[in-house]
């Protein structure tokens, strides 16, 4: 019989497993059951952000230069952004789906971009 672990919110026994996550009955509170580290640890508010890479496998961050390796067509616009065009000053953005970089690309503005179609120079 495995051991039912304590809510790492309010410290409560009275917790019960709900598909894969750990719900507390008195607090409400939900968490996976991968995470069961004791509360007050070292880890705790620690959150690792993924690393991005560009497409040769270069880990990318902010500020960094990178360079077009594909044409891009551009929604809206009559040309498109040409391979080898260099971008400046990168912003990397966690979360917002698979456009992973915020830049501003000479001659066509702000824009996100993909980090499978750019390489660090």
Known sequence: MSE???CPECTSEFTYEMGELQVCSMCAHEWSSASTAAPGDAS?????TPVIKDSVGNPLADGDTVTIVKTLKV?????????????????????SGDHDIDCKVDGFGPMMLKSSVVKKA
């Open 44 to 48: 705790d508010g620690v959150v690792e």
């Open 4 to 6: 039912i672990p304590v």
């Open 75 to 95: 929604k809206g616009n009559p040309s498109d952004i040409k391979v080898g065009t260099k971008v400046r000053n990168i912003r990397l953005v966690y979360g």
